[in-house]
């Protein structure tokens, strides 16, 4: 009997792609031959072939799309593969969890993160907070920090205008526990925990029609690819057609420059509300509008969505949509919990209703003006 021991197949499929890797052939984002075309070429089962991939997906040197195949991981200086995939190595003693905000100030972003820690308590799990500034560069770059301090489990707040991520798509795919909060990234399937964006702005332009406006616009930040604002907006479109005012593509703008915030404000001289996608927004629009002469609320009313410490003592108190990034937290966290016990359970959304708080930034529209062109605006 000899003494050499032989490779397993699957072992040498794992080391002939390694080989094809190291060599250049296969760079990154390089699609791999398929399945059928690696048993052929090794005259081996599928079952030898998957084993090798499976064993490949496990060390995050190759990662799999559902309906397209397998592909050649992003390489780091030196070759060496980021481990998107695979679970964290075990440790002693509290266990990781990454959040990732775009900046830790303001209400929405405390209460998140106070939330997240709420639902912690009793668990093994501690938070590790990273912030992204709002660039997906940096995202992508904090969710590779955080695997590697093997972290066994993400949370994370996506940049805006952020349409797909690859990264996350990865993780998603291979199980690994994340939950997204306040959107939902299109074409990556994975758990969501965020406000009812849609009924939030329904609601708050259906305050302004009742009091008699007609003639409201809607500013925000460049909107698409980020879909809790596209959901925003698409509730502010709604409510003016369920009153019969017709939608104005004019009467939206994407901009929170104060210049251009100001221009648009003496280019639309009959506005008598305006509704803002965010609480930076809004506060630049009520300082734009009085500086053009138009006081808030007597000639302009302001809503817009998001709340901020204190708000109630500012010297226009803010009508706003306030979102409970509290609750928002506890379930995200919550979720991870469950994902972290079990990562192959079903994939979940969930929509935290919104509260609208009513104070004296809005009122009924100046004397004369009430109701008037609301069918054919």
């Known amino acids: 009997m000899s003494g050499t021991k032989r490779t397993p197949l699957s072992e ?109 308590e009793g668990s093994p799990c501690r938070i590790m907070l990273m912030t992204t500034g709002d660039s997906q560069k940096r995202e992508e770059e904090k969710l590779k920090e955080a695997l590697a301090a093997g972290a066994k489990g993400i949370i994370v707040y996506p940049s805006d205008g952020q349409t797909y991520n690859e990264a996350m798509l990865r993780l998603s795919l291979d199980r690994y526990p994340i939950v997204v909060i306040d959107r939902y990234l299109r074409g990556v399937e994975t758990n969501c925990v965020c406000s009812d964006h849609y009924v939030g702005a329904y609601e708050a332009t259906e305050h302004l029609l009742r009091l008699g406006h007609r003639r409201i616009a809607f500013v925000t930040s460049p909107y698409s690819g980020t879909t809790s604002l596209e959901e925003r907006l698409e509730g502010y479109r709604q409510a003016l057609n369920d009153y019969g005012v017709m939608f104005d593509r004019g009467r939206v703008i994407e901009s929170a420059e104060p210049e251009r915030l100001g221009a648009f404000l003496n280019e639309q001289p009959d506005l008598t509300a305006l509704f803002a996608a965010n609480e930076e927004i809004g506060l630049i629009a009520m300082r734009m509008a009085e500086a053009c002469g138009r006081s808030v609320p007597q000639h302009l009313s302001v809503i817009f969505f998001d709340d901020y410490d204190h708000s109630q003592y500012a010297r226009i108190p803010p009508t706003c949509v306030a979102q409970q990034g509290e609750e928002i937290g506890v379930q995200a966290g919550r979720r991870l ?29 100046p004397d004369g003006i009430k109701d008037s062109g609301g069918d054919s605006d």
């Open 12 to 120: 040498q499929v794992r080391a002939y792609v390694l080989d094809q890797i190291r060599a250049g052939k296969w760079r990154e984002g390089s699609r791999l031959p398929s399945e059928n075309q690696l048993c052929k070429q090794f005259d081996v089962s599928r079952i030898t072939i998957r084993g090798a991939m499976d064993k490949l997906v496990e060390e995050g040197i190759v990662y799999r799309i559902q309906g397209r195949g397998s592909f050649v991981s992003r390489a780091e200086e030196g070759g060496e593969p980021i481990r998107y995939a695979g679970r964290p190595a075990e440790k002693r003693g509290p266990q990781l969890v990454a959040v990732l905000i775009p900046r830790l100030r303001g209400l929405l972003m405390t209460r998140l993160v106070e939330g997240v820690e709420k639902a912690l």
């Open 337 to 365: 919990l469950s994902l972290i016990g079990d990562p192959l359970q079903d994939r979940a959304m969930l929509r935290v209703p919104t509260k609208l708080i009513v104070r004296a930034s809005s009122a009924e529209p």
